[in-house]
């Protein structure tokens, strides 16, 4: 059965500091890889998808991908409270229908 | 352009009546999904469809649940009758052809007392 794993949390990291999110995922046959942000009573939002190898920037975040080890992850950098919420990684395992397989989330908390 | 948008926001119903839940996807996306939200369980696909066409319907949890899309822009998620366990937040996401990313509506909390 296809899986993508990510520890619950909560994750809690200082304000200013830099927070790591983790994702491990079952297929080798993975082609796309997607952080979705879902604050409390919200709807998931995309923040960054990533299809190769390697990291890829967006302002305060990065995404990383490691085919070969089948984890991706995401950074945040200079961290702040606003950014406190629940982080859902997504995988396309190849699905001719681009179907995604989800991750469980794991909640981040920023403390001032 | 405006995004998913669902309809109820919130409903609260008594066990045994019907619900029905609507979405209008983003227009000119081919996909439309049907996804449920719970503390135990996280997101859950229920079904989704290409073209108005149901392709996958293996997340439906049983025979209480149906789902239609009678045309690109409109689809429903009907549960008959209701239970308490259907208590969670239902979200409608949509997608453009040959792209993976998906856009998500605001979800409708639904409790079933």
């Known amino acids: 059965q296809k899986e993508v794993e990510q520890n619950s949390g909560p994750l809690s990291v200082p304000e200013g500091a830099i927070a790591s999110l983790n994702c491990t995922y079952s297929d080798r046959g993975s082609q796309s890889f997607f952080w979705y942000r879902q604050y409390s009573g919200k709807s998931p939002e995309l923040i960054m998808f990533?299809?190769s190898n390697g990291d890829k920037e967006d302002g305060r975040f990065t995404a990383q991908l490691n085919k070969a080890s089948q984890y991706v992850s995401l950074l945040i950098r200079d961290s702040q409270p606003s950014d406190s919420a629940t982080y859902l990684c997504?995988?396309?395992?190849?699905?001719?229908?681009?179907?995604?397989?989800w991750g469980a989330g794991t909640k981040l908390i920023i403390k001032p | 352009d405006a995004g998913v948008i669902q309809s109820p926001r919130h409903e609260v119903t008594e066990m045994g009546q019907e619900v029905t839940l609507r979405c209008k996807p983003i227009s000119g996306h081919d996909y439309l999904f049907w996804y449920r939200q719970t503390m135990m369980r996280g997101l859950e696909l229920l079904i989704y469809?290409?073209?108005?066409?149901?392709?996958?319907d293996s997340g439906m949890p049983e025979d209480r649940f149906s789902a239609k899309m009678p045309n690109a822009s409109f689809s429903t998620l009907k549960i008959q009758p209701s239970e308490p366990r259907d208590s969670a937040v239902y979200f409608c996401a949509s997608r453009r052809r040959g792209e993976d990313t998906q856009y998500f509506g605001p979800g409708t909390r639904l409790t079933v007392l």
């Open positions: 469809f290409n073209n108005n066409v149901p392709i996958d």
């Open positions: 990533i299809y």
């Open positions: 997504a995988v396309n395992m190849g699905d001719s229908n681009y179907q995604l397989i």
